[in-house]
T-cell receptor, first 113, second 110 residues
Framework: NAGVMQNPRHLVRRRGQEARLRCSPV?????VYWYRQLPEEGLKFMVY????????ESGMPKERFSAEFPKEGPSILRIQQVVRGDSAAYFC???????????FGQGTRLTVV | QKEVEQNSGPLSVPEGAIASLNCTYS??????FFWYRQYSGKSPELIMF????GDKEDGRFTAQLNKASQYVSLLIRDSQPSDSATYLC??????????FGTGTSLTVIP
């Protein structure tokens, strides 16, 4: 379960800049999930992707946020024109198939100043 | 709206006791059930998963599932101070995302 790699671990952005968060799933996993967590709060679902497809993006704000999981390379969560309220820990998880166990990466801590 | 409910706690137990963590879910179509442990400032770590009604044991941990009652629990025997963490219940139905509860904070008192 140590295979999900997220980078960067910490990211500082000024208001209005873009934040790009990367997630490389466990080798052989084709399902990726992104979650956001504020301090002392639970995990909030953002988006569920399978290779080249967005399966469920119901938890992702309609504006400024986008996600992709290309055929080759990591999954990317992109936040444009960041605001202070975007400051949070962003976790990525991957699973081998649709309802098998998911493993989390170490997270990216985004701070907007 | 699919929901996963957990008692937020905090739950405190003395060292060596059994800690019992509970979770209910709303979607009867749920097929897979997971318990994660999250230490403060760290990422969630999978500790148990269960797919069938009944009990599943792994070391000091036992997961219990009752689909008729839409209830899943985690028992931690011989609790240790290192078990102090937030425990997250997650539920999944095929083709969907994982739905997480808000977590139960457990403190094991030496």
């Amino acid at each position: 379960n140590a295979g999900v790699m997220q980078n960067p671990r910490h990211l500082v952005r000024r208001r209005g800049q873009e934040a790009r968060l990367r997630c490389s799933p466990v080798k052989g996993h084709s399902h990726v999930y992104w979650y956001r967590q504020l301090p002392e709060e639970g995990l909030k679902f953002m988006v569920y992707l399978q290779k080249e497809n967005i399966i469920d993006e119901s938890g992702m704000p309609k504006e400024r946020f986008s996600a992709e999981f290309p055929k080759e390379g990591p999954s990317i969560l992109r936040i444009q024109q960041v605001v202070r309220g975007d400051s949070a820990a962003y976790f990525c998880a991957s699973s081998e198939s649709r309802n098998t166990e998911a493993f989390f990466g170490q997270g990216t801590r985004l701070t907007v100043v | 709206q699919k929901e996963v409910e957990q008692n937020s706690g905090p739950l405190s137990v003395p060292e060596g006791a059994i800690a019992s963590l509970n979770c209910t879910y709303s979607d009867r179509g749920s097929q897979s059930f997971f318990w994660y442990r999250q230490y403060s400032g760290k990422s969630p770590e999978l500790i148990m998963f269960i797919y069938s009604n009944g009990d599943k044991e792994d070391g000091r941990f036992t997961a219990q599932l009752n689909k008729a009652s839409q209830y899943v629990s985690l028992l931690i025997r011989d609790s240790q101070p290192s078990d102090s963490a937030t425990y997250l219940c997650a539920v999944n139905s095929e083709g969907n995302q994982f739905y997480f509860g808000t977590g139960t904070s457990l403190t094991v008192i030496p």
